[in-house]
């Protein structure tokens, strides 16, 4: 599997975020994908995200798993951020909604003494959440500041 293919080679997914990336103003947003082992595949594409009102641009990694080429789902890795069972036609709507301010990243206490974030983005009635640990000392991307509280 690879990006130069015919795009009915590609999975729905990859379809999906390129065109997100390209109606972000991604000129050249071309995912590397290979298939993995038994039919399933990984793709990915690293490049720089054009700035919105305020915000500047930021250079960020998207990856992208699926089980099988025509799965309904995939695995979404946005920089170190990891979405579990997003729904192939969604992949392109969570990525713009991400990029445009319709997410939000919150810090939540998970025990006494411990605290995660959550990147939350709502694409229809669906909500997609990834969690990571907080660690005070670390500076948010440059995409992710318009969406940090807390």
């Known amino acids: 599997m690879t990006d130069s293919g015919p ?3 590609r999975p729905v997914a990859v379809l999906r975020a ?3 990336l390209r109606s972000l103003g ?3 947003a071309e995912f590397e994908g290979r298939e993995v082992e038994a039919g399933s595949w990984f793709a ?3 490049g720089e995200i054009p700035g919105t009102e305020g915000s500047p641009g930021s250079e960020v990694y998207v990856g992208l798993m699926g089980g099988a080429p025509d799965a309904p789902s995939a695995r979404l890795l946005l920089d170190d951020w990891e979405f ?3 729904t192939a036609e969604d992949v392109g709507e969570l990525l713009r909604g991400v990029f445009t301010g319709a997410a939000a990243i919150t810090r939540r206490r998970t025990f006494p003494f411990t605290a ?3 990147l939350e983005c ?3 009635p669906r909500r997609y959440s990834a969690a990571k640990p907080y660690d005070a000392d670390e500076r948010p991307q440059p995409w992710e500041q318009p969406l940090t509280s807390g």
Do not use: L
């Open 7 to 9: 795009s009915e080679t």
């Open 26 to 28: 991604v000129p050249h």
């Open 122 to 124: 709502a694409v229809g």
């Open 116 to 118: 995660t974030r959550v």
């Open 44 to 46: 990915d594409w690293t």
């Open 18 to 20: 390129v065109s997100a």
């Open 84 to 86: 579990e069972d997003v």
